[in-house]
């Protein structure tokens, strides 16, 4: 099994791997993208059934990398080649191409076309054809073709062609990972910052006119770029605190490091307040899984205005902890999240404002919310996820 280090493939496969140790199936679990971090080694070396392989080749997303994703395709060749496995399961497009001699699976979690054309509005240029046909000559090489959701294999049909083989297997997410404690009155967000699929500026943009402080937790920095996409001054225009000031209140505050599933209380974040002393935003930066949990838990309302989204694990992960959701009304979250949540333009500003405002206002509503979301999001479970996989893979070796 393939995954990148870098964004929810990672959190996919070791919850994909661990709900299939129960079947016994060993996992040869090669990493690219970059190398594991401390916290990604601790969580892998905790699944029995996993060995890792790590590298750091470029992903067919990054710039320039079809250099390196020839040489990724070379080690994968020889891996197989050592390990002789069943079934290749690759969480990316490129490879499904190699001439493999065993059955090869391709999970497709999002890809560049759809992402433009979802966030830009256009056409992805022609600087994108090469990628463009590496993906088809993947996807229509594979044996079976596998996304999180409906629409996500639908945008793979229409950028790349009719699949022979697709199915749809949504993510799941281990529910004993997360908790409720007392709620308390913040706005919270999280995800790849510098994307502008999660189109986090919006929520930034109108933190100045909520009566709650808005959190947002997340990777800063694109993985190839020196720079973060946000400015920041002593304080920005928008009352937002600077960087370092955040860490700072952050590392004062987290006292949470406790054993999981403890409920410990703590007082209300350390919210940055502006000029006129209104609550703006809290910048928490990049959190492990438990830190995460802890933010999830105490916050009383999730908010992705995504533009483009093909499942949502944040918002599977919110939802597991009993908070209420404001989501960008597309159809991958509509189709996940149906009646369990708040669904908004993406851009809309005002009508963002007013959903948020609306269940701020509307503790019922809002607690009520809270509570669907959480029925909903226990019915994706890593034991249906697995299962699904598991009859693929048989299929694959009747």
């Known amino acids: 099994m393939t995954a990148d280090t870098i964004g929810g493939v990672w959190t996919y496969a070791l919850e994909l791997a661990a709900a299939l140790r129960k079947y016994e199936i060993e996992i040869a679990l090669c990493t690219m993208g970059a190398p594991l971090t401390p916290q990604q080694r601790t969580a892998v070396d905790a699944i029995s059934n996993v060995t890792v392989f790590q590298s750091d080749f470029k992903l067919e997303w990054m710039d320039n990398p079809w250099d390196d994703v020839q040489q990724a395709g070379e080690w994968l060749l020889q891996l197989v080649e050592q390990m002789k496995p069943d079934v290749v399961h690759l969480n990316g497009y490129a490879h499904g191409a190699l001439p493999w001699r065993i059955p090869v699976l391709v999970v497709g979690h999002s890809c560049v076309l759809s992402w433009w054309e979802a966030v830009k509005g256009e056409a992805a240029p022609a600087s994108w054809e090469k990628y463009r046909k590496q993906v088809r000559q993947g996807l229509q090489s594979a044996d079976k073709v596998i996304a999180p959701s409906a629409a996500m294999l639908a945008a793979l049909e229409q950028h790349y062609g009719t699949l022979a083989d697709g199915k ?147 918002v599977l992960e919110a939802a597991l902890s009993r908070c209420a959701l404001v989501l960008g009304d597309i159809p991958s979250l509509r189709e996940i999240w149906q009646n369990v949540a708040v669904f908004v333009p993406p851009d809309n500003r005002d009508a963002l404002k007013d959903a948020i405002e609306g269940l701020i206002t509307d503790s019922a509503k809002r607690r009520q919310l809270a509570s669907l979301a959480r029925d909903r999001a226990l019915t994706f479970t890593p034991e249906r996820m697995a299962n699904s996989y598991l009859n693929t893979y048989q299929a694959f070796l009747d």
């Open 168 to 314: 749809v297997v949504p993510n799941g997410c281990n529910p004993d990972q997360f908790y409720v404690a007392q709620k308390q009155d913040f706005i919270l967000t999280a995800g790849r910052l510098w994307d502008e699929a999660k189109n986090v500026g919006v929520l930034e943009d109108i933190a100045p006119d909520l009566s709650w402080c808005v959190c947002i937790a997340g990777e800063q920095q694109h993985p190839e770029s020196p720079q973060p996409p946000f400015e920041r001054g002593a304080m920005n225009e928008r009352g937002a605190m600077n960087e370092r000031g955040a860490m700072e209140k952050r590392d004062r505050f987290q006292k949470f490091r406790l054993k999981r599933g403890a409920l410990q209380e703590s007082p209300q974040p350390p919210f940055e307040r502006g000029a006129m002393g209104q609550k703006t935003v809290c910048w928490l930066g990049r959190l492990s899984a438990e830190e995460m949990a802890f933010w999830y838990a105490r916050a009383s309302i999730y908010v992705l205005p995504a533009r483009y989204e093909p499942f949502g694990l944040s």
